[in-house]
């Protein structure tokens, strides 16, 4: 992984919309005051676009003992 671009104060004032850019392309950048990093902005990960309730109706199985806890797990938790 590439390491985080990094701007000092004063740089990231001034050039602002080129940092917003750079992270809108996926990259992070790092602030620093007086050479010690301060903040780091990252992308915001992107929206999940979901279809609605009961999108996913017939694709996921949930068995019926999903609920059950195994038996050696219920003796290590003491639930016997």
């Known amino acids: 992984m590439e390491a985080a671009r990094q701007y000092n104060v004063h740089e990231a ?3 602002f919309s080129r940092i917003l850019e750079q992270v809108a392309t996926g990259e ?3 602030i620093s005051k007086a ?4 903040a780091k902005v990252v ?3 992107p929206k999940v676009m979901r279809t609605g309730r009961g999108s996913l109706r ?5 068995p019926h003992d999903f609920d059950d806890l195994p038996d ?3 003796d290590a938790f ?3």
């Open 43 to 45: 992308p915001l990960r």
């Open 28 to 30: 992070e950048v790092v």
């Open 58 to 62: 017939g694709r996921i199985h949930i």
């Open 35 to 38: 050479g010690e990093p301060v």
């Open 72 to 74: 050696d797990l219920a």
């Open 13 to 15: 004032k001034t050039h």
């Open 78 to 80: 003491g639930m016997r």
